[in-house]
């Protein structure tokens, strides 16, 4: 039955690869969400979803915060027939009670894809830009996103409207969309207003300085309204590049944003060196700065919030960890410290700064 298949597929997740070693390999884990296997034309139907935990200590000198709990947890199902793909997940929260677990609807979407190199996209779905607000939360490098995207990027990230994304021969890419910033939990259009992306993307083949890079330039209008499910940034730009040479990876973004009410402007800067020692091993360092040209313009990371939710208006932060893989991005452990300070001008309610330490497990079907 294919409850039963579930039921395994989640045991597996959970137990050490050595406890089910002696059945099947432990990558094998993850056949056990397919529903129906793929055939000749590429469809299929399957379990999808991801579950996230974290364990973290912040001592700062506003005060400390420990914490385990469940990060994310999200379940749907996933499939494609001919030139649709759909994708149906909700988003749980297991710290709550049982009966008062559900969160929201996050994907709620389907794909047409029309051409070989592109395709519209149709309710409710991820919306990113910015470098970490444009990379899934399953493929971070880092447990959490930079403190950069954490205050230009949507948070809420998953918006109802229609994008359209495709490619060119000449090795572009580009995206761009219209949505609804009604913050209903299911799919909505009807409250707040609406906010457009438009982003291109060019790759380059190998160089003598690099195996293979990217440049990304990322746009945002949103229009201004005081029910908006988004930050208030009326314009919000943002020009990021990934360079890879043999084991060393190098990102890097540059971002401003436009405020409205009582949000200034903000710009900021990110630099993420990283090591792929081997195939199980990755090494990652991030440095953050951001400046806000008003007072009380920038707000903390999300467990440093825990601590302080004042605001100042100048952010730096060092970031250093290491990531074990164990079925790639499927299922991994990040272990990481990171040293956050901000500075408040106007008074010192916003100055703080922080030693954290954190332990994540990421996993994906």
């Known amino acids: 039955m294919k409850v039963n298949k579930f039921v395994l597929f989640v045991a597996g997740l959970l137990c050490s690869s050595t406890t089910l070693a002696e059945e099947y390999q432990w990558e094998d884990t993850w056949n056990y969400a397919k529903i129906v296997e793929k055939d000749e034309d590429g469809n299929y139907l399957s379990y999808s979803g991801r579950l996230h935990m974290d364990s973290v200590w912040f001592d700062g000198n506003q005060g400390n915060h420990e914490e385990v709990s469940f990060r994310r947890l999200r379940f749907g199902f996933k499939g494609k027939y001919g030139d649709f793909t759909s994708t149906f997940e909700g988003d749980f929260n297991l710290n709550n009670e049982l009966g008062d677990f559900y969160n929201r609807i996050t994907d709620a979407k389907i794909d047409w894809r ?204 060092l970031y250093a960890g290491v990531n074990w893989y164990y079925n790639k991005d499927k299922f991994k452990l990040q272990l990481g410290m990171q040293y956050t300070k901000m500075d408040d001008e106007d008074s010192v309610v916003g100055d703080y700064d922080a030693i954290g330490i954190s332990l994540a497990l990421r996993a994906y079907w």
């Open 114 to 317: 029309f051409s070989d190199s592109a395709k519209l996209t149709l309710l409710k779905q991820g919306v990113g830009f910015t470098m970490d607000g444009n990379t899934s939360s399953k493929r971070l490098l880092t447990p959490q996103r930079n403190n950069l995207s954490n205050n230009l990027w949507f948070t809420a990230e998953y918006f109802t409207g229609i994008a359209l994304k495709g490619s060119t021969s000449n090795n572009w890419d580009y995206k761009t969309g219209i949505y609804s910033t009604d913050g209903s939990d299911e799919i909505g259009v009807t409250e707040a207003s609406y906010f457009a992306n438009a982003s291109v993307t060019k790759s380059f083949g190998k160089t003598e300085m690099f195996d293979k890079s990217q440049v990304t330039f990322d746009y945002i209008y949103n229009d201004e309204h005081e029910d908006a499910n988004t930050r208030d940034f009326s314009n919000i730009a943002s020009l990021y590049s990934k360079m890879s040479k043999g084991k060393f990876d190098l990102a890097g973004e540059v971002a401003y944003g436009k405020g409205y009410f009582e949000q200034s402007d903000l710009w900021g800067v990110v630099i993420m060196p990283s090591y792929r020692q081997t195939e199980k091993t990755a090494w990652v360092l991030r440095y953050t700065h951001i400046d806000s040209n008003g007072a009380n313009g920038i707000r903390l990371g999300r467990y440093d919030n825990d601590i302080s939710s004042e605001r100042g208006d100048k952010y730096d932060e």
